[in-house]
């Protein structure tokens, strides 16, 4: 797991960091370490720490926003195609072999967004060679742009049909729009360029422990706690900003919900 990596090269760089305190620490003449210098750099230390801090939480929140609505957006799109397939099965015969491929779009969905779960069964699944797990895939695309031209292609023969048919035209764009939301909320929010900027400003913060603690067992077990309190936050911002992997991720649950409830 990519965030788990992410975690413990945090937890590293921290540790060495501190490390590189230390060394600097027993390098400096006694001058340098005078109670004066020591006190400015525990004041310049507390102004990053409580800077780092507030980023930190800062960005945490962000991505927890950023997570709860993919997750929204995801049950919102299974929704919207259990209604469709609903509102298809109201207008008849016709819409049968439209039902179909819906089904089977969704259950191409489940698969591809998520392929280390048991695929869906008792449906025809799609060709998913190749097929992208976040972003624009043309194979899926395909099948639901097919359902739209199929859609606009029905001639309603009465007024119910009519009125039918404008209802299922109205929840097919509602697919479409959360399809839309869906895709754009799989992209990741975390600036790489960011992350590095935030990683530098905690190595800094743990070279002026380093600087200010004298060595002993009680000091790295101490910085060690620390480093372990921040990359553990760090593993958690990561994992949240993959909604679709990881600990955090959100599961396929409402979408084989939806399915189920087409194939009834």
């Not at 997750?71 to 016709?94: I, K, N, P, T, V």
């Not at 975390?190 to 935030?198: A, D, I, N, Q, Y």
Request: with cysteine; glycine share 8%.
């Amino acid at each position: 797991m990519s965030e788990i990596l992410i975690a413990v090269e945090a937890f590293g760089l921290l540790g060495l960091s501190a490390a590189v305190g230390f060394f600097l620490r027993q390098r400096l003449s006694d001058q340098h370490l005078s109670d004066h210098n020591i006190e400015a750099l525990r004041l310049v230390t507390g102004l990053l720490v409580t800077f780092t801090a507030l980023v930190l939480s800062l960005l945490l929140a962000s991505v927890k926003s950023s997570f709860d609505t993919t997750d929204r957006d995801r049950r919102m799109y299974a929704a919207s195609l259990a209604a469709f397939d609903q509102c298809l099965q109201g207008y008849g015969a016709e819409a049968t072999a439209m039902r179909g491929v819906i089904r089977e779009y969704t259950a191409g969905v489940i698969a591809s967004t998520w392929p280390e779960e048991e695929k869906p069964t008792g449906v025809t699944l799609p060709n998913l060679a190749g097929v992208a797990r976040v972003g624009e895939d043309r194979t899926l695309r395909a099948l639901i742009t097919g359902v739209g031209l199929s859609l606009a292609a029905l001639e309603p023969k009465d007024a119910f049909h009519q009125s039918q048919l404008a209802a299922c035209r109205l929840a097919y764009d509602d697919v479409m729009h959360r399809r839309e939301a869906v895709i754009e909320d799989a992209e990741g929010t975390m600036s790489g360029l960011f992350s590095r900027v935030l990683m530098f400003w905690l190595m800094l913060v743990f070279v002026s422990f380093g600087l200010q603690a004298r060595h002993n067992r009680f000091t790295i077990v101490a910085i060690g706690i620390g480093a372990l309190a921040i990359s553990t936050v760090i593993f958690v911002i990561a994992d949240l900003d993959r909604p679709y992997g990881g600990l955090f991720g959100i599961p396929s649950t409402s979408m084989r919900n939806a399915l189920t409830d087409m194939s009834r």
